[in-house]
Structure formats: C-alpha cells, structure tokens
C-alpha cells in the first residue's frame, strides 16, 4: 500500500530540486510571463469579473499571512498599522480606476500605482524565496501587509466605481429616452394636424 504523505512529500521534494537546480531559468520565466501579463492588462485593462475582484486581494492575504508565522506581539501590531496605512491609501488612488466596455462587456483597469507596487513586491518575495529561501521576516511582512491593505481597498475602491460607472450609464440612457419620446410626440401631434 502507498503511503500518500510519503508519496507527497517526494513529490515536493522532487518539484523544489527542479526548481532550486534550474532556478535562473525558471524565475527568468516567471518574470517574462508573469510581469508582462501583469504590465498588459494594467495598462489595456481586464474583464470585469465578481471573482477575480475577491480571489485575488485574498489570495494576497492568504500569502501575507503566511509571513506572519513567528512574529512578536509588537511585530504583528506593526503589520496592522501597515495594513490599515494601505487600506486608507488606496482611496487615494480611486479616480485611476475606469470602467469601459469593448464588445458589449464591462471591463476595468487598475489603478497603474497600485498594480506595479503589487507586481514588484511579488516579483522580489519570489526571488527571495527562490535565491534566499526567505519565507517570513519582519522587514517582508510590513510590506506585504502594507500592500495586501493597498490591494483589498483598491477592491473595494473597483466596487465602488463600478455602481459610479452603472449609475452614469443609466441615467445616461434615462436622459435619451424623454428626448426620444419628445421626439416621437412632436411626430404624432404634426401627423395629427395634416
């Protein structure tokens, strides 16, 4: 019978020895595949969607929390400073947020700020984790909790610009439709005088 933990962990032993012996290669293309797609849909944006709006600040969150394994009560404090300090900063950032739609679907881009500090600060916590096997560390979670703040209030800040932008557009077409009825009553009355 195989025993599955043991099973596993020869796996990841077995994917951490590729990794750790083709190391240069495989953060070469991390950064030319992760980093571009990131720069892309930053600057050309990226559908809209429910789940990518929640997945990925808690994907974030789940990776800063990760850093806060072995941190003192006053370290931990210092990272929540950090973390209310970016959740109250990305109101800052709230007018770069758009809404457009391509092809009849809603789409957005990010704040650029925002999405560069988060792609820089991934780019170098798996360089870290790669070169250095540094996991955790006082210096990496104020940082990563600074920005997973950032991250989660930019979500809320997307939110937030997306009912603006639903607003707009309704009371946009609200406005057409009197001048469209206006339009059709001034018809109905000039056919009614022949």
Known sequence: MINITQ?????????????????????SAFVAIFVGR????????????VRSLIFSPLLY???????????TTLE???CS????????????????????????VLHY??????????????????????YYDV????????????????????AFQIAIQKRMFEFRRKSMENAKMPARNSERDAEKSGSDRL
């Not at 099973?7 to 290669?25: A, H």
């Not at 990131?38 to 969607?49: A, C, N, P």
């Not at 996991?135 to 997973?148: C, K, M, N, V």
Request: charged letters at 15%; zero cysteines; a positive charge.
């Open 81 to 104: 400073i950090a973390f209310a300090l970016g959740l109250g900063l990305s109101s800052v950032f709230k007018g770069q947020v758009k809404f457009f739609e391509r092809k009849e």
């Open 38 to 49: 990131r720069i892309i849909r930053i600057f050309l944006g990226g559908r809209y969607s």
């Open 7 to 27: 099973l596993s962990e020869t796996i990841e032993g077995m994917v951490y020895s590729i990794i750790f012996r083709y190391k240069d290669i495989f953060f």
């Open 61 to 71: 969150l789940a990776f800063t929390g990760a850093t806060y394994v072995g941190l």
């Open 135 to 154: 996991t955790a560390g006082f210096f990496l979670s104020i940082i990563l909790s600074y920005l997973s703040g950032l991250i989660l209030g930019e």
């Open 76 to 78: 931990l404090l210092a």
């Open 109 to 130: 881009r990010r704040s650029p700020v925002i999405g560069l500090a988060w792609t820089i600060a991934f780019v170098v916590r798996i360089y870290l984790l790669i």
